[in-house]
């Protein structure tokens, strides 16, 4: 492990929620370490905690039983090297496209200044927005908005991608064409990327590696590098090797959602 | 907000279109069929009371009341009028100023908003009608105990109003506001008071016109000019037509107030609205 620190690590953790029926455990025992660059999915029935994991990562919660590092350093309190992509883009509806992607600056400093319009304009064009600099979301189709969702992600630069089923909420068509812009982003300027799904072919098709979470309170099931290399295509898992990975995988989540 | 933010535009009408129908135009003409069915009322409203000879002192005829309005002098109806907006706005200001850090208070601490909800309900529960006598004895008998009556009137639905709007933010961002860990005054200023826009003008306009109300209600009780005062003696006076005159301005001018509300959120929080109403 001494080559190459990890960009994120879970070491024993568990998280346990108090409701109002007593205390509920989300999350057990995990391990699990991702490498800097590394493009990760996580699969797992719901409720298994897989959004645990990212509040876990971000900073938003604290572990009550383990321990949460990023670049080797527990993580105690938020932090903004992290961007977040929710399963809803979550846009401001009063503000313009610019001013969405604006938003962490502006709310973490209170004002915007020429670099960060830049910044934005920047994103705005690496994310294919350019031309809609002025439009409210609800004029935007929901992939559009998924993109300023990503784009706001990305303006601080972060390290650290965390995406909580980003793409969940689109058509098929919009979605498949959505992950592949995602990788072409994820290429040519490489983060950690944690990439929560319930879709096998997309987390297939996505990760470097899928790890397969079990039902609650959620575990690490099993951890697979995913036989593919780079550059991928729709074509991607037509291979034999590929469907069986893929009926491995469902054999897995099937199994555990029935369980 | 964009000037050319118009969403998508509407098909042109193809060339044989089917015609509408005499009531299918008249519902889409804007205005028409309110006018219609007012000029309707107005109108049977006129010959009922002539062809059954109903006492003006029970129900005075449109044209009756509009001669009422020729008793008093225009600049003294319009002092009438001036001192109920001003008692209405007053305390309606007031409900405004009130309402917001208490609904602040209330979606953001669940501690506070265990402690104060039961007595804001309790406060809402007070019959205002019949405490106004009392706050007049407590205030004394200008403005001050009228704004209070108003205001008493008016802050509760924009307590209710405002506190739901606040609490109505998605949880998603509140997070993306703590992981980028701006103070708290820049979650409500910039995620809450925004997210709770379209409640708070729900809330607006339900208010408005409860101020004019409470201001109504303050100059029933005490007051020596006001639309509420003026009804109450011509009515005292058996003066009739003009009692209904001053109701007449009562209504204008409690319609005017509310759709200033509205106004004002159409053209600075467009956003707001529903979208069929941009």
């Given at each position: 492990m001494a080559l190459a620190q990890n960009a994120i690590r879970f070491e024993g953790v568990g998280q346990t929620f108090l409701t109002d029926t007593g205390p509920l455990a989300a999350l057990s025992e995990v391990d699990l370490a991702i490498g800097q660059h590394e493009f990760v999915a996580v699969l797992g029935p719901s409720g298994c905690g897989k959004s645990t994991l990212l509040r876990l990562t971000s900073g938003l919660l604290a572990p009550t039983a383990g321990k949460v590092s990023v670049f080797g350093v527990p993580v105690t309190q938020p932090r903004d090297d992290v961007g977040i992509v929710f399963?809803?883009?979550?846009?401001?509806?009063?503000?313009n496209v610019t001013d969405n992607v604006l938003f962490p600056a502006r709310h973490m400093r209170g004002t915007v200044g020429p670099q960060d319009r830049a910044r934005a304009a920047e994103i705005i064009e690496t994310v294919g927005?350019?031309?809609?600099?002025?439009?409210?979301?609800?004029?935007?189709?929901g992939g559009m908005q998924q993109r300023v969702g990503i784009a706001r992600a990305l303006f601080l630069n972060p390290d650290i991608l965390l995406m909580d089923?980003?793409?969940?909420?689109?058509?098929a068509l919009t979605r498949d064409a959505m992950g592949f812009e995602l990788l072409n982003l994820w290429q040519a300027s490489p983060k950690t990327v944690l990439f929560i799904t319930h879709s096998i072919p997309e987390a297939v098709l996505l990760a470097d590696r899928v790890v397969v979470m079990s039902a609650?309170?959620?575990?690490?099931?099993e951890d697979h590098k995913v036989p593919l290399g780079r550059?991928?295509?729709?074509?991607?898992?037509?291979?034999p090797q590929m469907q069986d990975f893929m009926a491995h995988l469902r054999q897995l989540l099937i199994r555990k959602e029935a369980a | 907000m964009s000037a050319d933010a118009q969403p998508a535009t509407k098909p042109a009408p193809a060339p044989n279109a089917p015609t509408l129908s005499f009531t299918e135009r008249l519902i889409r003409t804007p205005g028409a069929l309110p006018g219609l069915t007012f000029l309707a009322v107005l109108l049977i409203w006129e010959f009922g009371t002539r062809v059954f000879h109903v006492p003006t002192y029970v129900l005075p005829a449109p044209s009756r009341i509009a001669t009422?309005?020729?008793?008093?002098d225009p600049s003294r109806w319009l002092q009438h009028v001036w001192a109920t907006l001003r008692v209405a706005l007053l305390g309606f200001g007031v409900a405004i100023l009130i309402s917001l850090p208490i609904a602040i208070g209330l979606a953001k601490s669940r501690f506070l908003s265990r402690a104060l909800y039961p007595l804001l309900v309790v406060i809402q529960s007070v019959p205002v009608v019949a405490v106004a006598p009392i706050i007049i004895v407590v205030l004394?008998?200008?403005d001050a105990p009228r704004v209070v009556i108003t205001f008493m009137i008016s802050f509760f639905p924009l307590v209710v109003s405002m506190t739901t709007g606040l609490m109505a933010t998605p949880p998603e961002l509140i997070e993306l506001s703590r992981s980028l860990r701006a103070p708290q005054s820049r979650e409500i200023s910039q995620i809450r008071l925004p997210y709770a826009t379209p409640y708070i003008f729900s809330g607006l306009k339900i208010s408005i016109t409860l101020s004019v109300i409470g201001a109504v209600v303050a100059e029933f009780v005490a007051?020596?000019?006001g639309l509420g005062y003026f009804i109450q003696f011509s009515t005292s006076m058996f003066k009739l037509p003009q009692a209904w005159a001053g109701l007449v301005l009562l209504v204008a001018l409690s319609l005017a107030l509310f759709q200033s509300v509205g106004l004002i959120q159409r053209l600075f929080?467009?956003?707001?609205?529903?979208k069929e109403r941009r």
């Open positions: 399963q809803q883009a979550t846009l401001l509806p009063w503000a927005l350019e031309g809609s600099e002025n439009r409210l979301p609800g004029e935007l189709s089923e980003p793409f969940s909420a689109l058509d609650r309170p959620g575990r690490v099931l550059p991928r295509d729709e074509d991607s898992l037509r291979s | 009422g309005f020729d008793a008093v004394g008998t200008d007051a020596e000019k929080f467009p956003w707001s609205l529903p």
